[in-house]
């Protein structure tokens, strides 16, 4: 919105010829997030009567330190994002508007889930198969339509890092695998997102990766001598990155223990699904899955332990997600998580290395 008023400023005002680019107005869309964060948070704290439901059988001390903390946090977060987008996107951008369509309608989805979590006090919510199914369906058309805004040759190509030339064409093949890379971020962020601050560091370091891949992606000259699939418009995308890392910056302020909120389903489905849709428009969904290694190795960690107690009545983990089984070895909730955000660091600085090893 913004974009378009300096845009036409700079004809007569050249020093606001600052803001057609993408870089500056990224910051200040992480800026203008982050004071959305400062502004909405204290008065959403104080006013909220939305308890979040504690599992029964999660750690002992979670039933005694984190009940009555306020949930659905997540929406001041996804609210940040969305205006700062706005305000300083282009929004006559298909892809921004795709992305910021997908994560609203998946903070929905989160906001309905916690809603019934509260209004029947338990950990529940939206029946699994209910839930799958909506954010299946979002994200199937989520790919079809980014696949009609592609260039024609680039269409229904996959890519992969470490790979200058190694491509897969096939646009069926791709929707599907694309949805399922949405449907699975936005879970796996939902799945970590279980102590004070866990899924939010990790979260802004896969924005920022994201964001630096999405910029150079739009870039043709970056694109080109990093032999990465240029990809028009894109760009646009680093200015959403920048704004979701603001909004996040600004809840870790108030989620940092001990936690005066969460953000419930409302904001890691968004979050999971925002990732995972800004990493299907740059066609860089390995890079996603490493540098949200973190998140992938809680999911699996999930799966691992549900799949051997059904065929063997036995568990692998002490708890599942993974960082329950460190509570429950006698680690304390900080420890977790910093050293939780450390592996995420690392897997984040080796998902930008794949830029340069191909």
């Known amino acids: 919105m913004l974009y378009y008023f300096l845009f036409q400023s700079s004809n007569f005002i050249s020093r606001i010829n600052l803001f057609r680019y993408v870089t500056f107005r990224t910051m ?15 008065n959403f704290i104080k006013r909220s009567k939305l308890s979040q439901p504690i599992r029964k059988d999660g750690p002992p001390l979670h039933i005694t330190q ?36 997908l994560t609203f309608f998946y903070c929905l989805l989160g906001f309905y889930d916690d809603l019934l979590k509260v209004k029947f006090k338990n950990s529940k919510g939206v029946r699994g198969k209910k839930k799958l199914f909506f954010q299946i369906i979002v994200a199937l058309i989520f790919s079809y339509c980014v696949e009609l805004l592609r260039a024609p040759e680039i269409v229904g190509h996959l890519t992969f890092p470490f790979f200058k030339n190694f491509t897969v064409n096939s646009s069926i093949f791709l929707i599907i695998f694309t949805t399922f890379v949405i449907v699975g ?100 969904e390995f890079v996603l899955a490493i540098a949200g290694g973190l998140f992938v190795l809680e999911t699996l960690s999930v799966l691992l332990q549900v799949a051997y107690f059904k065929y063997t009545g036995k568990r692998i983990f002490l708890m599942a997600p993974i960082h329950h089984h460190f509570e429950k070895k006698g680690w304390t909730e900080s420890t977790v998580v910093i050293r939780f955000w450390i592996i995420s660091f690392l897997f984040t600085l080796i998902g930008l290395a794949t830029l340069k090893i191909r």
Do not use: R
Not at 67 to 74: A, K, S
């Open 28 to 42: 200040c869309a992480l800026l203008t997030s982050l004071v959305i964060s400062f502004i909405l948070y204290p």
């Open 66 to 101: 984190k009940q009555g903390v306020p949930t659905m946090g997540g929406a001041v977060i996804i609210a940040g994002t969305i205006i700062s987008s706005v305000l300083w996107g282009n929004i006559l951008n298909g892809y921004l508007i795709l992305l910021v369509a």
């Open 185 to 284: 971020s936005s879970n796996a962020v939902n799945l970590t997102d279980g102590l004070d601050g866990l899924a939010t560091f990790p979260s802004m370091l896969v924005a920022l990766c994201l964001g630096i891949v999405s910029y150079i992606v739009g870039h043709f000259v970056f694109a080109n001598y990093l032999q990465i699939t240029y990809i028009a418009s894109a760009g646009e995308l680093s200015i959403f990155c920048g704004a979701l890392i603001g909004a996040c910056l600004g809840f870790l302020w108030y989620n940092a223990p001990p936690a005066m909120i969460f953000m419930g389903d409302t904001g890691s489905l968004a979050i999971g699904g925002a990732l995972g849709g800004t990493s299907v428009i740059i066609k860089q």
